[in-house]
RNA sequence: GCCCAUAUGGCUCAGGGGUAGAGCACUUCCUUGGUAAGGAAGAGGUCGUGAGUUCAAGUCUCACUAUGGGCUCCA
């Protein structure tokens, strides 16, 4: 046996730890590496491991679930103490010293029966036992401890050397908010130091890019008190932005044949109960009284865009008729759940509504797709695709559910876009296609979804005239690529850290004029290209140079720009490169095509 | 919504039962400098909001609001 396996894998990927494996296991070894199966090991182990400190510096505690989670572990316990963040060292030093003892981990097996009759002290073990189906239950011991766990288990706890404890949180029990909040510690743990000491990294790295940080610094965005919560103002530099970030797509969505349409802030409640908004998301929704009518805020567009569509009688010939709107949805979410500009009660998003026959479903999905994969390749963003099902609150009947979620997924086969499912995951109005990008800090984030709907056009009595000359109901496609504006803007500031590609910096140029003398210059170039829709700042404070040009580079600006006798002289610039912090010169009007050229890459 | 924590000038933070401090930012003046902090003077908070305890409260207690970390939910 190998001084490095920890465990096996058998042929249907089921990871079997040595513990179990008996004496010639038909399976491949597991070594003591990086490996996603390595890793699974080694963290449940190290969750364990906690546990046991824990034990040891809180007689009383009591464990609930320790399982691995994405980024490492955690576990669920109860104890009568208040455990904080300054705890967690404290903890640590303790699952150091455990190592010491070089425990073996042994594993024992019994009947459920008799694991209820040996932890029957221990309610949240009982707990745990009541969701394990009847049968055999294994036991892993260490030392004096000793716990409930199907394992896999390193063999001894000499290979846990290199892991963190990197929160305390509380979490109902099951996570059923009914239940009791136990506290839940979380870590992380890798088979070498370098890889934890690059974890440690990229969380400060995650930590210095949060967007609320950028945002605040940048003058992007804000929140106030008095005016409620998750409610955000954009600033000025944020609002410019964010309108380069809309031309930019209004652009693209023209070209694409999409008509820009606006639909009212708030709507009566009975439009919101024909489209079953008001059963199905009323409990999200905005509402007030206006005259002794109920009125909704709108927290989707669907209803104005489809009162468009049935202002006039259509044809077939009208189809696909593409909508979109920047639309302003206001939602509420729970008070826990807002994180700055990622997660708000009021935002706009890019939001259309595609009109069409259902054998025009499978092409209007591709050329969404086209459309999303050109605007994540602008910003470098990797995404990924999910089919989302219907949920337990749902309108509509299966078959017609059944015939939409198909739709969806034979147009990604079709085009070989890879798509995995999310059973019950859909909008109560038909089935998804969700598009997650992983951010900087390698976080899936839900922006763009594509909706395929059958049933609003149903309850609405949607209609167009075909071929032949009678009466049929449209398909709608809800869509977005965004998502929403604020939650994009957030991610993508932090995927930039705010250095912000030209085409869509706040602010895309400073000049630093050398003396006062050299202002009116600046001030002319600035004037110049505003016709670029470029935004320029002068900065001529009353500051030294140095310390100009030093609070222009802290500004994260494409272009910081020096002009002085020589440029006024010569009707040229000094440009100095952000990151390389070199400098050259061009004449301006070199320095308008680079500039055109950079706007251009914002085009797609 | 639930659990825990936090809340001091625009920002970052110190203070801690006897009526507020620093750095940066800001204002004014001197300086007109060739690429990461020139110098001087000055203004600005009653310590998130509301109650309570106390002779006395940023400082202790409670409630509320907001923020943060989670649970849950979601663009």
Not at 16 to 45: F, M, V, W
Not at 302 to 325: A, M, T, V
Not at 479 to 498: C, D, K, M, V
Request: charged share 30%; glycine share 6%; hydrophobic share 35%.
């Amino acid at each position: 046996m190998s001084e490095n396996l920890i465990g096996y894998i058998d042929n249907q990927g089921n990871i079997i730890d040595t513990q179990s494996a008996g004496q010639n296991p038909d399976a491949k070894a597991i070594e003591y590496d990086n490996s996603n199966e390595s890793l699974e090991i080694i963290r449940h182990s190290t969750a364990h491991l906690m546990a046991q400190a824990i034990t040891e510096l809180y007689t009383n505690a009591k464990f609930f679930v320790g399982p691995n989670v994405d980024e490492g572990f955690y576990y669920d316990f109860r104890v009568d103490e208040k455990i904080g963040e300054e705890d967690l060292k404290k903890i640590e030093k303790k699952m150091k010293e455990l190592i010491k003892k070089k425990y073996k981990i042994e594993k024992y097996e019994m009947t459920k029966a008799e694991a209820l009759e040996k932890f029957s002290n221990d309610d949240l073990k009982q707990e745990v036992l009541k969701r394990i189906p009847d049968g055999t239950v294994s036991i892993y011991k260490q030392g004096d401890f000793e716990d409930l766990c199907q394992g896999p288990h390193v063999p001894a706890l000499r290979f846990l050397h290199n892991f963190k404890l990197t929160r305390v949180a509380g979490a109902y029990l099951g996570g059923d908010e009914t239940k009791e909040m136990l506290t839940r510690i979380y870590g992380i743990a890798f088979a070498d130091k370098e890889s934890l000491k690059d974890y440690i990294k990229m969380m400060e790295e995650a930590k210095k890019r949060d967007h609320r940080k950028i945002g605040a610094e940048m003058e992007l965005f804000m929140f106030n008190e008095e005016s409620g919560a998750g409610l955000p103002f954009w600033m000025p530099k944020g609002s410019r932005l964010r309108y380069k970030l809309e031309n930019i797509l209004h652009k693209a969505h023209r070209k694409r044949g999409y008509e820009p349409v606006r639909g009212p802030e708030i709507l009566k409640a009975d439009m919101w109960r024909t489209s079953g908004h008001y059963a199905c998301y009323g409990e999200n929704m905005y509402l007030t009284t206006i005259d002794e009518q109920e009125y909704g805020v709108k927290p989707m567009n669907c209803i104005g865009h489809i009162q468009i569509f049935k202002q006039s009688g259509k044809s077939y010939r009208d189809l696909p008729l593409k909508y979109y709107e920047y639309g302003v949805v206001h939602r509420h979410e729970q008070s826990g759940a807002l994180h700055g500009l990622l997660r708000v009660r009021e935002f706009t998003q890019d939001d259309a509504h595609i009109f069409c026959t259902p054998e025009q479903i499978a092409s209007e999905v591709i050329d969404i797709v086209e459309f999303v994969d050109s605007v994540m390749k602008l910003f470098g963003f990797e995404y990924s695709m999910e089919v989302a099902t219907k949920p337990e609150k749902a309108i509509g009947d299966d078959d017609v559910w059944e015939l939409a979620t198909q739709g969806l997924k034979d147009a990604l086969s079709e085009n070989n876009l890879p798509f995995t499912i999310d059973e019950g995951g859909g909008a109560f109005y038909g089935p998804k296609i969700d598009i997650k990008i992983t951010d900087a800090i390698g976080r899936k984030w839900q922006c763009g979804t594509v909706q395929v709907d059958f049933n609003l056009p149903e309850r609405f009595e949607v209609e167009y005239v075909g071929e032949d000359n009678e009466r049929h109901t449209p398909v709608m496609i809800h869509r977005a690529i965004l998502g929403s504006f604020e939650r994009f803007i957030g991610i993508l500031t932090e995927h930039y850290a705010g250095e912000f590609p030209l085409f869509i910096a706040p602010t895309q140029i400073i000049f630093v004029p050398i003396s006062d003398s050299h202002v009116a210059y600046a001030k002319e170039l600035k004037s110049q290209l505003i016709d670029l829709d470029i935004d320029c700042e002068i900065f001529d404070k009353n500051d030294s140079l140095n310390k100009r040009v030093r609070t222009a580079e802290k500004q994260r600006v494409p272009y910081v720009v020096i002009v002085g006798d020589e440029e006024v002289e010569n009707k040229t610039v000094a440009i100095r490169n952000r990151r390389t912090k070199e400098q050259y010169n061009l004449s301006f009007d070199e320095f308008m095509v680079e500039l055109s050229q950079q706007l251009n890459e914002g085009k797609i």
